[in-house]
C-alpha cells in the first residue's frame, strides 16, 4: 500500500508530509530547502521511491477573495515540473494552512521563530489531512 506524499511549496523551503498507508492521518515529515528545481527534483524523486509514494498533493496559494496569486502561478509551475515523476499530482486549496501550522505551534509551547521548517512541515500535513479527509467521506 503507497503512501500520498503532501508538499507546501515555499520559495525557501518546501515542507512535506507523508500519509499512513491506509490513507487516513497525514503526517508532518520533513523539510527540504529549494535549492532549484533539479536539485528539488530529484530530492522528491528518492523521497516517492523510498516512501513507496503513489500521488502527491500540493498545496496551492489562492488568495483570501479567490483569486490567483503571484505565488498561484510559482506553484502551479512547480507542480507541473512533478509530472516526470509519473505520478498523480493533485491541488488542494491551502488557505491558512501555515497559519494554523504556526498556532498549533504556539498552543504546544514550541517557539516558532527558528522553526520555520517545521512550520512548513505542519503545514503540508495539514492541507494533506484536509485532501484526506475529503477523499475518506
Given at each position: 500500500?503507497?503512501?500520498?506524499?503532501?508538499?507546501?511549496?515555499?520559495?525557501?523551503?518546501?515542507?512535506?508530509?507523508l500519509s499512513d498507508p491506509l490513507k487516513m492521518i497525514a503526517?508532518?515529515?520533513q523539510t527540504i530547502?529549494?535549492?532549484g528545481s533539479e536539485k528539488r527534483l530529484q530530492s522528491i524523486q528518492t523521497l516517492t521511491e523510498e516512501q513507496e509514494v503513489e500521488s502527491i498533493v500540493v498545496g496551492l496559494p489562492i488568495g483570501m477573495k479567490g483569486q490567483e496569486t503571484a505565488q498561484?502561478?510559482?506553484v502551479r509551475e512547480f507542480a507541473d515540473s512533478l509530472s516526470v515523476l509519473n505520478l498523480p499530482i493533485y491541488l488542494e486549496d491551502e488557505r491558512l494552512s501555515s497559519v494554523s501550522a504556526e498556532k498549533s505551534m504556539i498552543i504546544q509551547k514550541i517557539k516558532t521563530g527558528h522553526n520555520k521548517g517545521m512550520i512548513d512541515q505542519r503545514a503540508a500535513a495539514i492541507l494533506l489531512q484536509?485532501?484526506?479527509d475529503k477523499q475518506n467521506r
Open positions: 500500500m503507497g503512501r500520498i506524499l503532501g508538499v507546501d511549496y515555499g520559495d525557501s523551503r518546501i515542507g512535506l508530509a503526517s508532518p515529515f530547502r529549494n535549492e498561484t502561478k510559482k484536509q485532501f484526506l
